[in-house]
């Protein structure tokens, strides 16, 4: 069985590619079609453009994690593949509109998991109905993540629903895929936050102080105030979609807080606080 390390961009998922080793390593970008979010460096633009095949304006995600990416694959020498799927503003357009929400979390299905399946599908030189050990970056203490993934898995496997051909009328066909096995090596060998953020430094690899999306909104809206100081021109494309898209009750974390992106914005920022005083993401498959 082949074994898969999707990186984020983070310090966890870039602690097992250094230590625990795999056949590839994969890193899904999420992209963006504003050019007001376009990073200023040039060459950086172009780096990116060359490893994803297309065209790169600009990423939901910090710019940092750009560099990551080059940073990690020089440190550990070994070739990162790059995918990416629609942007995200065509992914909104697909749903008519409507914003992902903890509702409705088809953000992280369309453009994180399909791009790393399709990739593994094209790349990986799987026999028939094979499927990959897929290393996850959950940390000893976040079971609870672990075990939220593995209730979506039958003996111990993950599928995704993907085309598989079409029908007599040329409608897709679709199918649940069995296609990874996760597996979390951080838990099994008891590692800890403390032992990632101690490995990681004075190494020569840069680390974004949150990975994922800027605005996402599964994050806490004093979080994603935070995010408005140290990110204004991100976090206004998240605004934008709010305000151009937004139905009735139709914001991006109304279901947890019902407070829009631009209501944050006015919010009295907290200069206080840190990335360090909120925890992590615990929706479940975000990071990969």
């Not at 172009?46 to 095949?53: K, L, N, T």
């Not at 009735?248 to 919010?267: E, F, T």
Request: aromatic content about 10%.
């Amino acid at each position: 069985m082949k074994a898969v390390t999707p990186v984020s961009g983070g310090q966890s998922s870039a602690y097992i590619a250094a230590n625990y080793p795999s056949d590839f390593l994969v890193f899904a970008l999420v992209c963006i079609e504003d050019r007001n979010c376009t990073p200023k460096d040039a060459g950086l633009v172009q780096e990116v453009s060359d490893r994803i095949g297309r065209e790169f304006i600009a990423t939901a995600e910090d710019d940092t994690i750009l560099q990551t990416m080059l940073d990690l694959e020089q440190y550990l020498g070994q070739r990162i593949d790059w995918v990416t799927g629609p942007t995200f503003e065509e992914v909104i357009r697909k749903k008519n509109g409507f914003l992902p929400s903890p509702l409705r979390r088809y953000c992280t299905v369309q453009m994180k998991m399909y791009p790393l399946f399709e990739w593994q599908r094209n790349h990986c030189n799987l026999a028939e109905g094979e499927i990959v050990r897929q290393q996850i970056g959950f940390r000893h203490g976040e079971s609870k993540r672990a075990s939220n993934m593995l209730e979506r898995c039958v003996d111990g496997v993950m599928s995704i629903k993907a085309v598989v051909g079409k029908t007599k009328d040329g409608r897709n066909k679709w199918a649940d895929i069995p296609y990874q096995m996760p597996a979390f090596p951080l838990i099994d060998n008891g590692i800890r936050k403390s032992d990632i953020v101690q490995f990681w430094k004075g190494k020569p690899v840069r680390f974004a102080q949150r990975n994922n999306c800027v605005g996402c909104f599964n994050q806490n809206p004093l979080l994603l105030r935070k995010r408005w100081q140290d990110n204004p021109v991100k976090m206004e494309w998240f605004a934008k979609q709010e305000r151009e898209r937004t139905r009735p009750n139709d914001l991006w974390n109304v279901h947890d807080y019902g407070i829009s992106y631009d209501d944050m914005r006015k919010r009295h920022a907290q200069h206080e606080l840190t990335f360090e005083d909120f925890a992590d993401c615990d929706s479940g498959y975000c990071g990969i």
